[in-house]
């Protein structure tokens, strides 16, 4: 009988309107955190990886990971880069199956990946340019803009990632210069 009266005291609307705030409330600090890119790999190697040059990193190993997740039987090299003033330019060999170049924009999007055939080397030839259309000038003949690219992307900043499968000792001196080749050069595209 008491708790009969309890119930009908109750005012069920507070509590449909809690229900309904707490539903909104949980709505907006999921799409928040969605957005939160502070501790996305491009704001990570951004702040400690030189802007618009390419860096090949040490061997991943339990106590030395730039980024979680990273493989450890493969070796790494990245670009962040910019296109604030300038286009970049892109040139990587892909000597063997296992290599691959991807790149990615600040958030993460995929604006072009490559992976190496088996049947013979990929060589990587792009330009990215401002992601603004701004014109930046005719080409001057003897400059890297007078050179044609490959293909041609568009975008403001992101991450290069050169990965290169790691096959041993025997093979990572190979590994390694194929890797320093590698370069993501600011310039006229």
């Known amino acids: 009988m008491r708790l009969k009266a309890l119930l009908d005291r109750f005012d069920w609307r507070l509590l449909l309107i809690f ?17 939160d890119q502070r501790g996305a790999a491009y704001a990570r190697l951004a702040s400690v990886l030189p802007k618009n040059k390419m860096t090949i990193i040490d061997p991943v190993t339990p106590r030395h990971q730039l980024l979680p997740f990273l493989a450890p039987d493969a070796r ?6 910019e296109t604030d003033d300038t286009a970049m330019r892109v040139h990587a060999l892909l000597p063997d199956l296992g290599w691959t170049i991807g790149i990615y924009g600040p958030d993460g999007t995929n604006f072009y990946f490559s992976a190496a055939s088996a049947d013979r080397e990929t060589t990587i030839d792009l330009s990215i340019l401002p992601a603004d259309g701004r014109f930046l000038g005719l080409p001057v003949p003897g400059s890297m803009q007078a050179i044609d690219a490959q293909q041609t992307l568009a975008a403001a900043k992101g ?19 194929v890797l320093s080749k590698a370069t993501c050069v600011a310039g006229r595209a």
Not at 20 to 35: P, Q, R, S, W, Y
Not at 159 to 177: C, F, H, N, S, T
């Open 19 to 35: 229900i309904l705030v707490a539903g909104i409330v949980h709505l907006i600090v999921t799409f928040l955190a969605v957005n």
């Open 159 to 177: 991450l290069i990632v050169i990965r290169a499968p790691d096959k041993g000792e025997p093979y990572r001196a190979e590994v390694q210069e």
């Open 76 to 81: 790494y090299a990245f670009c962040p880069f």
